[in-house]
Structure formats: structure tokens, C-alpha cells
């Protein structure tokens, strides 16, 4: 089965959170899961990861944190994600060496052909839906996308208030991952192993 997802942490991590996460990776659509954990101690950032990364090697997901390209080293994560204010990618990747490089490029094309220049691993590009995660992101139009997919050679991230009604246009259009949150975490109808299996 191909993995098409791109799972984002909720924005509090409880104490049943880690047997949801065993239950939505065995669904195997899941490529990247990236810990989003905004204004939290390092401490304990560090702590939370290192139970993640037992879940997500065991079901060989990529452990992607967010912002926070110091702790990759030391929590052995698979790489970070970097938003434009972020720093340095060439300094960034010198640091981490071989390890994935994600970069927010909003709806710009500029922004994607320099992540791309500098080394990205892969390149997101949004909000396309309205988000509960970002609500005040700047929009994007899906035709970035489908010049994404013949100009860059790199892996395509959609993101932004994705679901099981709009999830599918993204994909044709040439985004290679869709990126989840709030539907999965914050549903109000299904629990997180269902959410996952409206994914097709």
C-alpha cells in the first residue's frame, strides 16, 4: 500500500494519545509524523518524543519535529520542519547532515524553487481549506501544485483543513502527501482509527 499521509501531532499529547497514534500508524498510510507542540519546556518535548519514536520506527514512519531543528540530534529524530522564519536551511542542513529537511512555501513559487536550491527533502505548500490548526494561514491554490509536480522533482506536502471530502482533488492535482490534524485528532465523530480509514 502506497502512504500518502502526512500525520501531525494534536496540540496537547495525553496519556491515551500513544495507543492512538499504535492504532492509526497500523493503518500504514502513514509516511511522516511530525510533533507540532507550540510553547512546551524542551524537557518536556524531549520526553514526548522519545515514546513517539519507539511507535513510529516500529511501524517505520519518519519522525519529523517541528521548528525545532536542535533536537533532532539528540532525540534522533528522522528530521525537522521549517517554516520561513525558522533559520538557515544550508547552516540547518550542515548540522544535520542527511537527515529529511521540510519546508513551508506557503502558495510561492520563489520560495519553493529556493527550498529546493538549498537542499529541502520536501517542500509544503498551503492552508488549501480553511484550518483549525492555522486559522489565519495565508491560502494557497491548488495549481501550485500541479506546477510543483513538473518543475521540482521533490516530494509535495498539501496541507491546511484537509478531509475525506477534499483530500482526493489534492492528490490529482499532484500533492504526493496530504497532511492531517484535526480531522484525526479532533473529530468529533470518529475516533482516530477511523478517521484514518476515510484515507483511500
Not at 498539501?158 to 500533492?175: C, D, E, F, S, V
Request: charged fraction near 25%; hydrophobic fraction near 40%; aromatic fraction near 10%.
Amino acid at each position: 500500500m502506497k502512504k500518502f499521509i502526512y500525520l501531525i501531532s494534536p496540540y496537547k499529547i495525553n496519556k491515551n494519545f500513544y495507543n492512538s497514534l499504535k492504532k492509526v500508524l497500523s493503518s500504514k498510510k502513514v509516511q511522516y509524523f511530525q510533533l507540532r507542540l507550540k510553547n512546551q519546556k524542551k524537557k518536556k518535548i524531549i520526553q514526548i518524543s522519545k515514546k513517539i519514536i519507539k511507535i513510529t520506527k516500529f511501524y517505520n514512519v519518519k519522525f519529523i519535529i517541528n521548528d525545532n531543528h536542535n533536537l533532532v540530534k539528540e532525540i534522533d529524530a528522522d528530521g525537522c520542519h521549517l517554516g520561513q522564519s525558522d533559520g538557515n536551511i544550508l547552516k540547518i542542513r550542515k548540522r544535520i547532515k542527511n537527515k529529511v529537511i521540510g519546508v513551508t512555501c506557503h502558495n510561492s513559487k520563489r520560495l519553493a524553487k529556493k527550498a529546493k536550491a538549498i537542499g529541502a527533502s520536501y517542500v509544503a505548500f498551503g492552508s488549501f481549506y480553511k484550518s483549525k490548526l492555522k486559522p489565519n494561514a495565508k491560502k494557497a491554490n491548488t495549481k501550485i501544485l500541479s506546477w510543483a509536480k513538473k518543475k521540482l522533482n521533490l516530494p509535495i506536502v498539501a496541507i491546511g483543513g484537509i478531509n475525506n471530502k477534499n483530500y482526493k482533488n489534492l492528490i490529482k492535482q499532484g500533492a504526493n502527501y496530504i497532511a492531517l490534524s484535526s480531522f484525526i485528532w479532533d473529530n468529533p465523530k470518529l475516533k482516530p482509527d477511523k478517521a484514518i480509514k476515510v484515507f483511500i
